[in-house]
């Protein structure tokens, strides 16, 4: 059975650079940040009508096409569906996956980006079950939360400069998603979130043992699209891309 643990890697926000606040319908549970400078009380029940209104255009939708919550392989949805499920299934299909498996950071850019065109915000951070969507303009540390795993939040990426991307994670360890492996991590990075969902959740499929680490990370040196990737299984991880490795000393000497 999965391990499930409340979400205590959102106490990692630096509260000094980000206003968070939370905002969930049905299983979208979003934390979201702010630059402290820009944030403005009314941007929860700004993010909260936002997110219900695409949950609900999103349902409406596959309520005539179920195919598309269920199926497992790349798959196109019909006339008339949602431009996120549209690009979630595009997102997908790249990966090799189904369309679901880009959802959680479809919808945390759906909304960043919402906000920061309502509101012209400096900053804006969404995590959405652990998948992210930045649009920032300084730098930031990700550590990588992969569950029972000794490298767990000890090791991550730092990301020097400013940009929109999405900063993904799967596990087959962790958490309600479904996946068909066994790693405790694989977080992608791409210019996409819903991208970066998609790659996330494939390659976490195909780690079962530590020994299928290095052939992963050897994979996903092949793929343009990824900016960044770190995998973890148990006590054994591997790294590619423009990013360099984190190491939290602190937390290695717990």
């Avoid at 949950?55 to 939708?61: D, K, P, V």
Wanted: glycine letters at 10%; a negative charge; proline letters at 4%.
């Amino acid at each position: 059975m999965k391990e499930y643990k409340i979400r205590i890697y959102r106490n990692n926000f630096n509260r000094d650079r980000w206003h968070t606040f939370t905002v969930s319908y049905k299983e979208s549970d979003l934390c979201i940040g702010i630059d402290t400078a820009s944030y403005v009380p009314d941007m929860g029940l700004f993010a909260a009508k936002a997110l219900r209104e695409l949950r609900l255009a999103m349902e409406a939708y596959i309520a005539n096409d179920p195919t598309y919550a269920v199926i497992l392989s790349p798959y196109h949805p019909g006339a008339g569906a949602p431009e996120i499920l549209v690009r979630m299934a595009e997102a997908a299909a790249t990966a090799g996956v189904g369309p679901m498996a880009a959802v959680a950071g479809a919808v945390a850019e759906y909304i960043g980006r919402a906000l920061r065109k309502e509101y012209g915000c400096r900053e804006v951070i969404v995590e959405n079950g652990g998948d992210i969507y930045a649009d920032i303009v300084e730098g930031m540390d990700i550590p990588v939360f992969a569950g029972q795993s000794p490298l767990s939040e000890k090791i991550g990426i730092f990301i020097p400069e400013g940009g929109r991307i999405g900063i993904c994670t799967s596990s087959g360890t962790v958490g309600p998603s479904l996946s068909f492996g066994m790693a405790d991590a694989v977080m992608i990075v791409c210019d996409d979130s819903a991208l970066a969902d998609s790659y996330a959740t494939a390659f976490a499929n195909k780690i079962h043992t530590k020994q299928d680490v290095n052939k992963a990370i050897a994979d996903i040196r092949q793929i343009p699209a990824v900016k960044g990737a770190i995998c973890i299984k148990d006590d054994m991880f591997g790294i590619c891309g423009e990013y360099g490795l984190k190491i939290w000393k602190q937390a290695l000497a717990r």
